[in-house]
C-alpha cells in the first residue's frame, strides 16, 4: 500500500514535470531541445542587420550572461520579432553555447 501510494506520487510528479516542459513556443512545437530550437529561432529571424561576426569579434561588447539576455531582449524588440520568452531563453542559449560561453 504504502509502496503504491509513493508510486502514485511519483507518477503525478513525472506528470507535471512533463507538462511543464511542453511549454508552446512561437512557431507552435514543444522545446525538446532548446540549443537546436534556439539555432533555429536565431537562423530564421536575426540575420536582417547582422551575422554571427558580431558575437565572435574581438571588441565584442556582451561580457556576461545577463548582458547577453539583455542584448537578445533589446535586439528582438527593436525589430518587432514574435517571440515568447522561451524562444528568446532558447536563443540566449545557443548564442553562450556557440559563441559567448559564459
Ligand atoms: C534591427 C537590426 C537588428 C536585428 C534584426 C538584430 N540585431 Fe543584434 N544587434 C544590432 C546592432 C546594431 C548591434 C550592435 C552592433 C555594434 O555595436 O556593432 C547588435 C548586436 C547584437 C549582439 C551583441 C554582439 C556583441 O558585441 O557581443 C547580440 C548578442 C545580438 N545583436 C543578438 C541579436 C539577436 C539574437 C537577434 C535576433 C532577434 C538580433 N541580434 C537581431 C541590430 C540588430
Not at 21 to 34: M, R, W
Not at 38 to 48: M, Q, S
Amino acid at each position: 500500500m504504502k509502496t503504491l501510494t509513493t508510486n502514485s506520487i511519483k507518477s503525478l510528479l513525472l506528470l507535471s514535470a512533463i507538462s511543464i516542459s511542453n511549454i508552446a513556443c512561437a512557431d507552435g512545437e514543444e522545446i525538446t531541445d532548446p540549443i537546436t530550437h534556439g539555432e533555429k529561432t536565431h537562423n530564421n529571424h536575426c540575420y536582417k542587420c547582422h551575422t554571427d561576426d558580431v558575437y565572435k569579434r574581438d571588441n565584442r561588447f556582451v561580457k556576461s550572461i545577463d548582458a547577453l539576455s539583455q542584448q537578445v531582449v533589446r535586439c528582438k524588440d527593436g525589430n518587432n520579432v514574435p517571440w515568447f520568452d522561451e524562444d528568446t531563453d532558447a536563443v540566449v542559449q545557443f548564442l553562450n553555447k556557440k559563441y559567448y560561453r559564459f
